[in-house]
């Protein structure tokens, strides 16, 4: 069975940092993409970052360019998530996904992973910016 399970979050002030973590089991996680999204109350699930299978590329919405860093270890099947400069923006629940194919969606302003066709996902880690 294939299985995501994220932790790191909580609740942090204005500028501060988290490190999020996402574990796979039941699976290797170097046959797959990863894809960070979050949802925050009231809106859609956004598209955060993600990585490719060796880690060579990697993806980011404009909202976080500059402040998240995606990465993943293999040999430890797990992947991660470095926040910085967070910020109320950013509140949201956090999930990792996995996929076997991605398809790229170029904009004006960013190129991430479209969020469909995952192969698994966490239940999710929530993120609270306040002052």
Known sequence: QLQ???????????GESLRLSCVASG????????????QAPGKER???SCI???GTNTYY????KGRFTISRDNPK??????????????????YCAAASRVRLLTTNVQTMCK????DAWGQGTQVTVSA
């Open 52 to 54: 490719e299978k060796t």
């Open 27 to 38: 699976f290797t996680l170097d046959s797959y993409y990863i894809i960070w999204f979050r």
């Open 4 to 14: 995501l399970v994220e932790s790191g979050g909580g609740s942090v002030q204005p």
């Open 46 to 48: 956004e598209g955060v």
């Open 115 to 118: 969020l469909e066709d995952f």
């Open 61 to 64: 919405a404009a909202s976080v």
């Open 77 to 94: 099947n797990t992947a991660y998530l470095q926040m910085d400069s967070l910020n109320a923006e950013d509140t949201a629940i956090y």
